[in-house]
Nanobody
Framework: VQLQASGGGLVQAGGSLRLSCAVS????????VGWFRQAPGKEREFVAA????????YYADSVKGRFTISRDNAKNTALLQMNSLEPEDTAVYYC??????????????????WGQGTQVTVSS
């Protein structure tokens, strides 16, 4: 499974960005998808996750109400809509895939496949 994250960039605080994760190599609908982020000097942290059919979504408390994860199985793409961005959201964002979301979906070790990351910078 190959994942390609895109859509990052520089935005002012309060602005919006939409990240995309294109998945290839296997049937996209067979995988749950998670988004993580890593700021300089910090550990990679969970942002959001979505189940294989999109019926279940999960968010970190820090982004709840501002970020929305979704997927289009027909286009083999997962999306992360980020609104009301804050300087604290500045990080490299990664998408990841796993056959099923288990109780440890917030952990980096809970995913089998990773994309290369896309930089998001929020200026104050």
């Amino acid at each position: 499974v190959q994942l390609q994250a895109s859509g990052g960039g520089l935005v002012q605080a309060g602005g919006s960005l939409r990240l995309s994760c294109a998945v290839s190599g296997r049937t996209f609908s067979s995988y749950a998808v998670g988004w993580f982020r890593q700021a300089p000097g910090k550990e990679r942290e969970f942002v959001a996750a979505i189940s294989r059919n999109g019926g279940q979504t999960y968010y970190a408390d820090s982004v709840k109400g501002r970020f929305t994860i979704s997927r289009d199985n027909a286009k083999n793409t997962a999306l992360l809509q980020m609104n009301s961005l804050e300087p604290e959201d500045t990080a490299v964002y990664y998408c990841a895939a796993v056959p099923s979301l288990y109780s440890y979906y917030k952990l980096v070790s809970g995913y089998d496949y990773w994309g290369q990351g896309t930089q998001v910078t929020v200026s104050s």
